[in-house]
């Protein structure tokens, strides 16, 4: 994947047209993407910019900390290095304010296509417990079944609290443990058991049935619908 990279604002040559060109083939690689339905890791990656450059537009004063800094001089006796911003004049500032006022719109129109795909894929997304549910739900097993791949994936899953500058969320990780062709009105309660058996780390485990009635790329897209999908179902039960 074609990406901008963290700081692609402040990199290289501040220059309007250089940096349109740079950002408008990001977008054109990302859109090529979400054409084949496939999300990540491209969705998250045009939200991060999207927002990153919403706070750089609003936050004037933090555009300085985004530029290297050159060495100003050196203090032998103290041992000391001091530095400045390699930026300081006007005419640059309003060249990013520039660039900043064409990304904004493109990429927030990109976010809004990589979204309605979400949300359709989450609209084909079904869960529902295996046997009966135990009080614990933070570990335990989810079946993903592809209904029109006729094929079955058993993860094992565990729920965690994530850490962010700005807040703590909660998310969820995940490893493969099967994957086997779906028989229609197979006895999953079966396979339920014979995990049981054998991973006794785990004796009375939440498991979970989800379907997709759609037919996605897996990896790109629906196991990270799917996740999203079930930490929301199991916070909410």
Do not use: C
Request: aromatic share 14%; glycine share 4%.
């Amino acid at each position: 994947m074609k990406s901008l990279g963290i700081n692609w604002l402040t990199r290289g040559l501040i220059d309007f047209e250089y940096k349109k060109y740079e950002l408008l083939a990001y977008l054109k690689n990302v859109g090529e993407h979400f054409s084949e339905s496939k999300l990540y890791p491209h969705l998250g990656d045009l939200i991060f910019h999207y927002n990153n450059i919403l706070s750089l537009k609003n936050n004037k004063k933090s555009w300085f900390e985004q530029f290297p800094e050159s060495v100003k001089g050196i203090d032998l006796k103290k041992l000391k290095i001091t530095y400045e911003r390699i930026i300081n004049d006007d005419e640059m500032m309003q060249e990013l304010e520039e660039i900043m006022n064409f990304a904004i719109p493109r990429i927030q129109k990109t976010v809004a296509e990589g979204a309605e795909i979400y949300e359709y894929v989450e609209s084909t997304v079904d869960v529902s417990p295996i046997g009966l549910s135990p009080l614990y739900k933070d570990e335990g097993y989810v079946f993903i079944l592809e209904a029109q791949k006729n094929n079955m994936k058993i993860f094992r899953y565990s729920l965690k609290i994530f850490e962010s500058p700005s807040d703590n969320y909660r998310g969820i990780e995940t490893k493969l443990m099967d994957e086997l062709p779906y028989i229609k009105f197979k006895n999953l309660e079966n396979d339920k058991l014979m995990l049981v058996k054998k991973y006794k780390d785990l004796p009375n485990p939440a498991t979970y049935l989800l379907t997709s009635k759609g037919s996605f790329p897996f990896e790109e897209t629906l196991m990270p619908v799917a996740k999203r999908f079930l930490v929301r179902y199991i916070s909410s039960t």
